[in-house]
């Protein structure tokens, strides 16, 4: 490619990227949607009406309980049930009281209507292999009710949540004389636990550190998604779980209870119809200080986007070449080898690849405490060496099969044959197919969330459920994910440029030769 | 041409009892024969009759069934003897060339040369850049192969067969791929080679390369050598009956009109592929099928009422250079020379003189009672 061409292509890359941006803007703007709507007075008269309810979750017992001839909407959390609130695709969601009173200031549009429907009772969890940690903590948590410790707590996490920002905490030195705990920690519920410049705080951590101090321990957190936390506890790869976890009887079976710490009141949550926009330009202020600038959020993206090239990068290497491999292997003892590499070819067609990561994770990999990140580029590394291999495969076959046998009829080995002869003519086709497998890998390890990795894709949602603003997190995210894209086809198709023979000077092709010494 | 001392040769190829089974069907059927240094051996036969498949099982690419191939000393179709050593010492040309595509000229010839035979690359370099220039390509060293024609490819095919210096030389119908124009430039080399003594097979069914380049002719069918000899005894003296019908049918062709819609297309590339081997000169071709359309299709056919029966023969005397063209017909006498249609009558008068004659008298000729016979012009 000329580089004339490559200006010309890379010109229109950027135009098509800003054409994108431009309908996601516009997007924002069409959502200033602040139309009145009905003014609900009581939790009565919600009767007939749309509620969203956390599903799985005790709040969502409680609302089909409470509320007569309700229609149902389940989400998986707080910030998608405001969302829809705020636009009025629901009449009401049904949450602990303490999720809407710290974000009273970011949502001037939402508020509670008073009437209490249940009670929530919350602890941490702890796995089966835990037992002796749960009775320390249940001890330490009757010792600490007892001397007004937990009082203390209260009132300085709770008495102003919607001051969440400036609340002290200092993490405590831990000695860890007597071991170290596995913490598994959903920090998306402020005040329990949230992220502040890069650090866990919260009710639960402070009451946690003290814990630790009491029992000469010290502890490793990792924080996840809440569905992540509960598989973590339940299939022991974590000691314990901290995300203020709401007592139902369902739960108690697969996870075990400390005694409870805190009670909460199940409220509804309402619209009342306040505006909430400031205005395009002061809205989008507002988004991208709280994405990237309060509590050096964007210290936070990077991490994750080294995660992402972390995983991405290994597997991308390791699995080309366990690929190559492969492919060497097929080729030298076909039969058996072959009808494998079939074989797992056709589970990574027919399989989503989430579900596959979370069976390596979960099964395959169940009792192992190896770290997320590490599962994942052995499992995308096995993947994406099945993809190459295919890639290989095919385009091989695009050799006219006479080559080999011209190569043969030379004195060439079958080895020489493929590397020097088959190889080169087949990277013609081989390459692009490798540029999109590559793409479609560095895709595909945005689902590593679900194991309980702080990737790329699942920082920016840890931004926008603790933000409760889906536009920046987001739309950086993707962005980011484009930016690495476009990186990764430019590069390609300068490699193809570059072992395209036909580019080669003649000093290179005759590289050593003395062609004025007269050969004949 | 080469000389054909047998006695006081050495033996580069010794073929013995060998034969090739697909099932019930041998191709190639107890065949022995030996290959002396300097041979250049035409193989000829009808198609399908396991030309190639003996060619091929001489380096291996097919393995025999049974029966030994001894190269010089050593015998290749032993267990366990290393076929790319074998391949290094027997060269092959294939009917498409088969270049790599991602090599130029001069690198499709070196390349095998380092990386097999240990050459340096100046070497190398200056062995291909030798063969290269004995098939006049040295003008194209750094083009690829997809800029070449088809007639200069097989030159260089032939060019990097040789830079590998072999003890013997394949060709496999190295002139069907290629387009009428570029057979000349291809025969020329073949022959150059067989100047220079490189022995060789070929498998050719073109005569015209065979008279030119070989010393010695198999004719192969029903699995074996049917019978052997110079071009000479095989093309104009052959002795056994199989051998004189398939070198007769490369002397003599007819062609049976039975009808008004009959393939005249095939009947035309028919007559083409026959005045081709039979090395007859492009011009002359024309003009028979020239002769051929207009006599038959444009003056004939319509004056015809009902079913037609017209045969059409040409026939071919290598030894003295003979052409003869002859129609025969049933039904009323046609008016040839004398047709309303001027066009067909004046091309036609412009190949050819017509000269009426009695219709062959044998058991196939029943019902023509009309004949004549067309005389190129001598301008021709």
Same mark, same amino acid.
């Given at each position: 490619?000329?580089?004339?061409?490559?200006?010309?292509?890379?010109?229109?890359?950027?135009?098509?990227?800003?054409?994108?941006?431009?309908?996601?803007?516009?997007?924002?703007?069409?959502?200033?949607?602040?139309?009145?709507?009905?003014?609900?007075?009581?939790?009565?008269?919600?009767?007939?009406?749309?509620?969203?309810?956390?599903?799985?979750?005790?709040?969502?017992?409680?609302?089909?309980?409470?509320?007569?001839?309700?229609?149902?909407?389940?989400?998986?959390?707080?910030?998608?049930?405001?969302?829809?609130?705020?636009?009025?695709?629901?009449?009401?969601?049904?949450?602990?009281?303490?999720?809407?009173?710290?974000?009273?200031?970011?949502?001037?549009?939402?508020?509670?209507? @008073?009437?209490?429907?249940?009670?929530?009772?919350?602890?941490?969890?702890?796995?089966?292999?835990?037992?002796?940690?749960?009775?320390?903590?249940?001890?330490?948590?009757?010792?600490?009710?007892?001397?007004?410790?937990?009082?203390?707590?209260?009132?300085?996490?709770?008495? &102003?949540?919607?001051?969440?920002?400036?609340?002290?905490?200092?993490?405590?030195?831990?000695?860890?004389? &007597?071991?170290?705990?596995?913490?598994?920690?959903?920090? @998306?519920?402020?005040?329990?636990?949230?992220?502040?410049?890069?650090?866990?705080?919260?009710?639960?951590?402070?009451?946690?550190?003290?814990?630790?101090?009491?029992?000469?321990?010290?502890?490793?957190?990792?924080?996840?998604?809440?569905?992540?936390?509960?598989?973590?506890?339940?299939?022991?790869?974590?000691?314990?779980?901290?995300?203020?976890?709401?007592?139902?009887?369902?739960?108690?079976?697969?996870?075990?209870?400390?005694?409870?710490?805190?009670?909460?009141?199940?409220?509804?949550?309402?619209?009342?119809?306040?505006?909430?926009?400031?205005?395009?330009?002061?809205?989008?202020?507002?988004?991208?200080?709280?994405?990237?600038?309060?509590?050096?959020?964007?210290?936070?993206?990077?991490?994750?986007?080294?995660?992402?090239?972390?995983?991405?990068?290994?597997?991308?290497?390791?699995?080309?070449?366990?690929?190559?491999?492969?492919?060497?292997?097929?080729? &030298?003892?076909?039969?058996?080898?072959?009808?494998?590499?079939?074989?797992?070819?056709?589970?990574?067609?027919?399989?989503?690849?989430?579900?596959?990561?979370?069976?390596?994770?979960?099964?395959?990999?169940?009792?192992?405490?190896?770290?997320?990140?590490?599962?994942?580029?052995?499992?995308?590394?096995?993947?994406?060496?099945?993809?190459?291999?295919?890639?290989?495969?095919?385009?091989?076959?695009?050799?006219?099969?006479?080559?080999?046998?011209?190569?043969?009829?030379?004195?060439?080995?079958?080895?020489?044959?493929?590397?020097?002869?088959?190889?080169?003519?087949?990277? @013609?086709?081989?390459?692009?197919?490798?540029?999109?497998?590559?793409?479609?890998?560095?895709?595909?390890?945005?689902?590593?969330?679900?194991?309980?990795?702080? @990737?790329?894709?699942?920082?920016?949602?840890?931004?926008?459920?603790?933000?409760?603003?889906?536009?920046?997190?987001?739309?950086?995210?993707?962005?980011?994910?484009?930016?690495?894209?476009?990186?990764?086809?430019?590069?390609?198709?300068?490699?193809?440029?570059?072992?395209?023979?036909?580019?080669?000077?003649?000093?290179?092709?005759?590289?050593?030769?003395?062609?004025?010494?007269?050969?004949? | 041409?080469?000389?054909?001392?047998?006695?006081?040769?050495?033996?580069?190829?010794?073929?013995?009892?060998?034969?090739?089974?697909?099932?019930?069907?041998?191709?190639?059927?107890?065949?022995?024969?030996?290959?002396?240094?300097?041979?250049?051996?035409?193989?000829?036969?009808?198609?399908?009759?396991?030309?190639?498949?003996?060619?091929?099982?001489?380096?291996?690419?097919?393995?025999?069934?049974?029966?030994?191939?001894?190269?010089?000393?050593?015998?290749?179709?032993?267990?366990?003897?290393?076929?790319?050593?074998?391949?290094?010492?027997?060269?092959?040309?294939?009917?498409?060339?088969?270049?790599?595509?991602?090599?130029?000229?001069?690198?499709?010839?070196?390349?095998?040369?380092?990386?097999?035979?240990?050459?340096?690359?100046?070497?190398?370099?200056?062995?291909?850049?030798?063969?290269?220039?004995?098939?006049?390509?040295?003008?194209?060293?750094?083009? %690829?192969?997809?800029?070449?024609?088809?007639?200069?490819?097989?030159?260089?095919?032939?060019?990097?067969?040789?830079?590998?210096?072999?003890?013997?030389?394949?060709?496999?119908? =190295?002139?069907?791929?290629?387009? =009428?124009?570029?057979?000349?430039?291809?025969?020329?080399?073949?022959?150059?080679?067989?100047?220079?003594?490189?022995?060789?097979?070929?498998?050719?069914?073109?005569?015209?390369?065979?008279?030119?380049?070989?010393?010695?002719?198999?004719?192969?069918?029903?699995?074996?050598?049917?019978?052997?000899?110079?071009?000479?005894?095989?093309?104009?003296?052959?002795?056994?009956?199989?051998?004189?019908?398939?070198?007769?049918?490369?002397?003599?062709?007819?062609?049976?009109?039975?009808?008004?819609?009959?393939?005249?297309?095939?009947?035309?590339?028919?007559?083409?592929?026959?005045?081709?081997?039979?090395?007859?000169?492009?011009?002359?071709?024309?003009?028979?099928?020239?002769?051929?359309?207009?006599?038959?299709?444009?003056?004939?056919?319509?004056?015809?009422?009902?079913? =037609?029966?017209?045969?059409?023969?040409?026939? %071919?005397?290598?030894?003295?250079?003979?052409?003869?063209?002859?129609?025969?017909?049933?039904? =009323?006498?046609?008016?040839?020379?004398?047709?309303?249609?001027?066009?067909?009558?004046?091309?036609?008068? %412009? %190949?050819?003189?017509?000269?009426?004659?009695?219709?062959?008298?044998?058991?196939?000729?029943?019902?023509?009672?009309?004949?004549?016979?067309?005389?190129?012009?001598?301008?021709?």
């Amino acid at each position: 490619m000329t580089k004339k061409k490559l200006k010309k292509y890379i010109f229109i890359e950027l135009l098509f990227t800003l054409i994108f941006i431009g309908i996601f803007l516009c997007l924002l703007v069409f959502n200033q949607n602040n139309e009145k709507g009905q003014k609900f007075k009581n939790p009565a008269s919600l009767k007939g009406g749309t509620i969203a309810t956390w599903s799985g979750s005790l709040s969502n017992q409680i609302a089909s309980k409470s509320i007569e001839e309700a229609h149902f909407a389940f989400y998986t959390n707080p910030v998608d049930m405001f969302q829809d609130l705020r636009t009025r695709k629901v009449d009401a969601c049904i949450l602990p009281s303490y999720r809407i009173k710290a974000l009273k200031n970011d949502y001037p549009d939402l508020s509670i209507l @008073d009437q209490s429907l249940g009670m929530s009772q919350t602890s941490f969890i702890f796995s089966d292999k835990s037992n002796e940690l749960r009775k320390q903590f249940n001890e330490f948590l009757e010792a600490k009710k007892a001397d007004g410790t937990m009082e203390m707590l209260e009132e300085k996490w709770f008495s &102003n949540p919607s001051n969440y920002a400036n609340i002290p905490y200092d993490k405590a030195q831990l000695s860890g004389e &007597n071991g170290t705990i596995d913490v598994a920690i959903a920090a @998306d519920a402020i005040p329990y636990e949230y992220i502040r410049d890069g650090q866990i705080i919260g009710y639960e951590p402070e009451f946690l550190d003290l814990f630790c101090q009491e029992y000469g321990y010290n502890y490793k957190m990792q924080n996840m998604q809440f569905d992540a936390m509960l598989m973590g506890i339940s299939t022991s790869k974590y000691d314990i779980g901290l995300s203020n976890v709401e007592y139902t009887e369902e739960r108690a079976q697969k996870v075990n209870y400390g005694s409870f710490m805190r009670e909460e009141p199940i409220v509804a949550i309402v619209n009342n119809g306040n505006p909430y926009s400031k205005g395009l330009i002061e809205d989008l202020k507002l988004s991208f200080s709280k994405t990237f600038i309060v509590g050096s959020r964007w210290k936070g993206l990077i991490h994750g986007l080294l995660i992402t090239l972390l995983i991405s990068g290994s597997s991308i290497i390791f699995g080309s070449i366990q690929g190559y491999f492969f492919f060497l292997w097929t080729k &030298n003892y076909p039969g058996i080898f072959k009808r494998i590499i079939i074989f797992f070819s056709n589970i990574f067609l027919g399989l989503p690849i989430v579900v596959f990561i979370m069976i390596t994770y979960y099964i395959l990999f169940g009792k192992s405490r190896l770290s997320g990140v590490f599962i994942s580029i052995i499992a995308f590394t096995f993947m994406f060496s099945i993809y190459v291999h295919d890639c290989l495969h095919a385009s091989i076959k695009t050799v006219p099969p006479e080559q080999r046998e011209a190569a043969l009829a030379l004195g060439y080995t079958e080895g020489q044959t493929l590397v020097h002869i088959l190889i080169p003519q087949a990277l @013609d086709s081989f390459l692009p197919s490798y540029k999109n497998e590559i793409i479609s890998l560095l895709k595909s390890t945005s689902i590593v969330g679900y194991i309980a990795v702080n @990737d790329l894709t699942r920082q920016g949602d840890l931004i926008r459920a603790t933000t409760y603003d889906a536009f920046f997190p987001l739309i950086t995210v993707a962005l980011v994910y484009l930016l690495l894209t476009w990186i990764i086809i430019y590069f390609i198709k300068l490699l193809l440029s570059y072992v395209n023979p036909k580019r080669r000077k003649p000093s290179q092709i005759l590289k050593g030769i003395d062609t004025n010494s007269d050969p004949l | 041409m080469n000389n054909t001392h047998e006695s006081t040769k050495e033996i580069v190829l010794k073929v013995s009892n060998l034969t090739k089974a697909y099932g019930e069907v041998k191709p190639i059927n107890q065949m022995s024969f030996e290959v002396y240094k300097n041979d250049a051996i035409a193989i000829i036969g009808p198609s399908g009759t396991g030309k190639s498949t003996l060619l091929r099982m001489i380096n291996m690419l097919n393995t025999p069934t049974s029966g030994q191939i001894f190269l010089g000393d050593e015998e290749v179709t032993k267990e366990g003897y290393p076929l790319n050593k074998l391949r290094l010492k027997v060269g092959m040309v294939f009917q498409s060339y088969t270049l790599f595509s991602h090599m130029t000229v001069i690198e499709n010839c070196m390349d095998a040369q380092i990386k097999l035979l240990k050459r340096s690359r100046q070497e190398a370099y200056a062995r291909a850049y030798d063969e290269l220039n004995k098939v006049h390509m040295t003008d194209h060293i750094l083009k %690829y192969p997809d800029q070449l024609s088809g007639g200069q490819k097989q030159r260089v095919a032939i060019a990097r067969a040789l830079a590998m210096d072999p003890e013997i030389l394949l060709l496999d119908e =190295p002139t069907s791929a290629l387009d =009428p124009t570029m057979v000349s430039e291809v025969e020329t080399v073949i022959k150059s080679l067989s100047k220079r003594g490189i022995t060789m097979l070929i498998v050719t069914h073109e005569m015209r390369l065979a008279r030119a380049a070989s010393n010695r002719v198999f004719f192969l069918t029903g699995g074996s050598i049917y019978e052997e000899g110079s071009p000479e005894k095989i093309f104009d003296n052959p002795e056994r009956e199989a051998t004189k019908n398939f070198v007769k049918r490369i002397k003599k062709k007819e062609w049976l009109i039975k009808n008004k819609d009959f393939d005249f297309l095939t009947s035309i590339s028919e007559i083409d592929s026959f005045c081709r081997d039979a090395d007859i000169s492009i011009k002359t071709n024309k003009a028979i099928q020239s002769i051929f359309e207009e006599t038959v299709t444009q003056i004939m056919l319509p004056q015809i009422k009902g079913q =037609p029966l017209i045969k059409f023969t040409l026939e %071919y005397s290598g030894q003295s250079q003979l052409l003869r063209l002859m129609i025969e017909y049933a039904g =009323p006498k046609l008016r040839i020379t004398d047709t309303d249609n001027e066009m067909a009558k004046n091309l036609l008068l %412009y %190949y050819s003189d017509i000269i009426e004659v009695e219709p062959t008298s044998d058991d196939l000729n029943d019902g023509f009672n009309n004949a004549f016979e067309l005389k190129l012009k001598k301008s021709l």
